[in-house]
């Protein structure tokens, strides 16, 4: 079940703005997946890292692996109003889907 | 190359019917999970199979089964349906085991009634 603290919970914001959201464990994770999942569909992977204190990027967005390997942060520069939709940290200890641990999500929303 | 498929999209039953529920996974993937969604808990691991056999197991009742085929294609069954299983179930498929990098399906909304 959901034990990562996923922050903001929602965000409004403009078009063209940067937005940023995180999430916070108690727990060392080895992997750290962030989604994207839009209405009435499964989520889609935006970017996976897999070392403390990596910074990885995919077109607008970026994402961060903590180095104390219990956070992650996710920011996406520029936001267009595709970008509304609701965006999923995901933890993963190990090696097996056991071990993933998802967060709440972040719901997004772009004023044009 | 086809993505992951979840039929049916939709689905109303009645509370202590059973379920079944069909994923076809991308084509070259052998591991297949199973999540249920809902707006209170959140994404839930259900079970992963790897080449026919079930590798992992959330915590979840033993009404909750599945089985995956020779070709990948997996099941999900749920038994005496109550109406707290009233979710979204997603499938993902996966080139290595254990479900990272999986790419998710668009779901099965079933809702007991």
């Known amino acids: 079940g959901q034990q990562l603290n996923q922050s903001p919970q929602s965000m409004f914001i403009q078009e063209g703005e940067d937005v940023s959201m995180n999430c916070t464990s108690s727990s060392i994770f080895n992997t750290w997946l962030w989604y994207k999942q839009d209405p009435g569909e499964g989520p889609v992977l935006l970017i996976a890292?897999?070392?403390?204190?990596e910074l990885t990027s995919n077109g607008r967005l970026t994402a961060q692996f903590g180095i104390t390997r219990k956070d992650s942060f996710l920011n996406i520069s520029a936001s267009i109003p595709s970008d509304v939709g609701i965006y999923f940290c995901?933890?993963?200890?190990?090696?097996?889907?056991?071990?993933?641990?998802f967060g709440a999500g972040t719901r997004l929303t772009v004023k044009p | 190359k086809a993505g992951v498929t979840q039929t049916p999209r939709y689905l109303i039953k009645t509370r202590g019917q059973q379920v079944t529920l069909s994923c076809s996974p991308i084509?070259?993937?052998?591991?297949v999970s199973w999540y249920q969604q809902t707006p209170g808990q959140g994404l839930q691991f259900l079970f992963e199979y790897f080449s026919e056999t079930q590798r992992n197991k959330g915590n979840f009742p033993g009404r909750f089964s599945g089985r995956q085929f020779s070709n990948s294609r997996s099941e999900m069954n749920v038994s005496t349906l109550e109406l707290g299983d009233s979710a979204l179930y997603l499938c993902?498929?996966?080139?290595?085991?254990?479900?990272?990098?999986?790419?998710f399906g668009q779901g099965t909304r079933l809702t007991v009634v």
């Open positions: 995901a933890g993963q200890r190990g090696y097996n889907n056991n071990d993933m641990r």
């Open positions: 993902a498929s996966s080139d290595r085991a254990g479900g990272t990098e999986a790419f």
């Open positions: 890292l897999y070392k403390a204190g």
């Open positions: 084509s070259g993937h052998r591991s």
